[in-house]
Every structure is written in structure tokens, then in C-alpha cells.
């Protein structure tokens, strides 16, 4: 069974510019989530899809931030225009269950705003 | 508001040498604590749920066990393998909502 892949693994780029992240979940997973790492703090949680809606969003820092998930599948999270603050690592998860209880992570997108 | 704390940041061990790491946590209606351990570049790697006070689990070296205020991961025998990052996250239960909190991790180096 393929894990959950994510893409780029790296980006770096300037402020102002945009960005979009992808992840491909495990397939069959209808729950997908997003997370971000800030350097030296926890994780935390972005938001929840099932399916293609959005079951939770309250973890969105701003609307800068931008999350599909077209067809139930991939998501993407674009990040326009990119900011200082927005780097870290960012991981998407899914699971089969509602709770998200079992989740499985991807290796995350390391972003890098300059 | 939910809050998980992990001690230590960091800890060094000898091969074979016994030691706990502790997730301190504060939540209102747990419905699950879990264990992650994290490699470097990698995301992290489901370990052990627990969903209640006195609930007990074991992997390899591994060992996870819950109070109502806390949960020690006890690591016997560890080996250089054993290095990594271990998360603990909690999620409460009422209300629907299922977000995880997470800690800040503890570091674990074995030496061989």
C-alpha cells in the first residue's frame, strides 16, 4: 500500500510569491489533513477534509491561505502571497476513520519564504 | 484551551540503558492520547493510542502507559535504533471536534 505522498519535499522561495503544495493520500482514505511545524513549536493542525468538503478549518492562519481537494482525492494548499512567517514544515495525514484516530503522515513540504 | 507538554526536550542514553519520557496534558474530554515517533525528513510514525486511565501498551522496547494527567513512554533496553523524535498528541472528544493537539516532542539519542 502506497503511504501518503507529499510534493515538493522542499521550496524555497521569496516573499510575495506563491506557492502550492500538494498531497496524494492513501487511497480509499476519505479524511485528509493538513498540518504545519513552525521551527522550535508543535505542530499544528491547518484543517480536515472528508471527502472534498471541508469538515474543519478553524486552524487556517489567514486567508492567505488557500486548501482543495478537487474530486476527494489530491489537495492542494497554496499560500499567496507567501510571508516571513510562513515557513516551517508542512504535513498532510489521512485516514480512513472520521476521528482521525489512525492517521498516516506524509514526510511533509519544507517551506522556506527569503 | 488543550495543552500537552513534553519533558525532556532532549535526552541522551547509553545503549541499554532504561529511561521514560513524559507527556503532560490538560484537555477537556480526552478521547485519545497518542504516540508518534518522528525521524529526521520524515513525518510521524503512528506508535501507541491510549483512551484511558490505567490503559497499558507495548511494541518492541516500547511501553505507553496514561494517568489522568499524564503518559510515560518507557524505553527498555533502547537501542541506536531507538533515535528519534517522540510526539505525543491528545484529542478531546466533545463536541465533534477531533483536532489534535500536539506536543513539542522529546529527542531521544542512543549511543551505541
Known amino acids: 500500500e502506497a503511504g501518503v505522498t507529499q510534493f515538493p519535499s522542499h521550496s524555497v522561495i521569496e516573499k510575495g510569491q506563491t506557492v502550492t503544495l500538494r498531497c496524494d493520500p492513501i487511497?480509499?482514505?476519505?479524511?485528509l489533513y493538513w498540518y504545519r511545524r513552525v521551527m522550535g513549536k508543535e505542530i499544528k493542525f491547518l484543517l480536515h477534509?472528508?471527502?472534498?468538503?471541508?469538515?474543519?478549518e478553524s486552524g487556517m492562519p489567514n486567508n492567505r491561505f488557500l486548501a482543495e481537494r478537487t474530486g476527494g482525492t489530491y489537495s492542494t494548499l497554496k499560500v499567496q502571497p507567501a510571508e516571513l512567517e510562513d515557513s516551517g514544515v508542512y504535513f498532510c495525514?489521512?485516514?480512513?476513520?472520521?476521528?482521525?484516530?489512525?492517521?498516516?503522515f506524509g514526510s511533509g513540504t519544507r517551506l522556506t519564504v527569503v | 484551551e488543550d495543552q500537552v507538554t513534553q519533558s525532556p526536550e532532549a535526552l541522551r542514553l547509553q545503549e541499554g540503558e532504561s529511561s521514560s519520557l513524559n507527556c503532560s496534558y490538560t484537555?477537556?474530554?480526552?478521547?485519545?492520547l497518542f504516540w508518534y515517533r518522528q525521524d529526521p525528513g520524515k513525518g510521524p510514525e503512528f506508535l501507541f493510542t491510549l483512551y484511558s486511565a490505567g490503559e497499558e501498551k507495548e511494541k518492541e522496547r516500547l511501553k505507553a502507559t496514561l494517568t489522568k494527567k499524564e503518559s510515560f513512554l518507557h524505553i527498555t533496553a533502547p537501542k541506536p535504533e531507538d533515535s528519534a523524535t517522540y510526539l505525543c498528541?491528545?484529542?478531546?472528544?466533545?463536541?465533534?471536534?477531533?483536532?489534535?493537539?500536539f506536543g513539542r516532542g522529546t529527542s531521544l539519542i542512543v549511543h551505541p
Open positions: 484537555v477537556s474530554g480526552l478521547r485519545g
Open positions: 498528541a491528545v484529542q478531546a472528544g466533545s463536541g465533534g471536534s477531533y483536532i489534535p493537539t
Open positions: 477534509f472528508v471527502k472534498e468538503s471541508k469538515q474543519d
Open positions: 495525514a489521512s485516514s480512513q476513520d472520521l476521528g482521525g484516530i489512525f492517521q498516516t
Open positions: 487511497s480509499g482514505h476519505d479524511n
